[in-house]
């Protein structure tokens, strides 16, 4: 499958999790007040999720019959989070849930629903502060590299 059809089956698993915010198959950016709010708010809280990739690799693939018609393309993904930070009530409980409910959901779904196929398994991902806007938020990159077979 294509790259829209894996950014759209991420998307949509992304935004099965509980608690999850704004998800987009893309990176966002704003500098009016107004949209950021529109498009990384979501019951009054910084919560949002994108995907983007940062890498790809293709491959041909096949007998010599096939030689140039058939290739396997690895796009090496991030799935970055914004949580806002609290300290009271603390964020930091429910960040980690939605975390680890993210890694469990690919962990259990390695084909993205036939979409295509996670090949770097254990899933890796970094934690840290950092700033959406003026917000001090929880950062998440999870990092996954997906395979797609396709024809040329």
């Known amino acids: 499958m294509p790259l829209t059809t894996i950014r759209a089956q991420l998307k ?3 935004e099965s999790v509980t608690g999850i915010g704004r998800v987009y198959d893309y990176k966002r950016y704003s500098s009016d007040w107004g949209t950021y709010k529109q498009l990384f708010v979501k019951n009054s809280k910084v919560n949002e999720w994108e995907i983007q990739r940062n890498a790809l690799v293709v491959e041909p693939r096949g007998s010599q019959a096939t030689a140039g018609k058939v290739k396997d393309t690895v796009h090496n993904l991030v799935i ?3 949580y806002a930070f609290t ?3 603390s964020s930091e409980k429910p960040f980690d849930t939605l975390v680890d409910s993210i890694t469990d959901l ?3 779904n390695q084909d993205l ?3 295509a196929e996670i090949i770097n398994i254990p899933i890796t991902g970094e934690i840290s502060f950092g ?3 003026d917000v001090l938020c929880h950062v998440v990159e999870i990092k996954l590299s997906v395979r797609e077979r396709g024809f040329l």
């Open 80 to 82: 970055r989070g914004f």
């Open 131 to 133: 700033q959406l806007g």
């Open 106 to 108: 690919f962990i259990r």
């Open 12 to 14: 949509t698993l992304l």
């Open 113 to 115: 629903n036939g979409t």
């Open 87 to 89: 300290d009271d009530p």
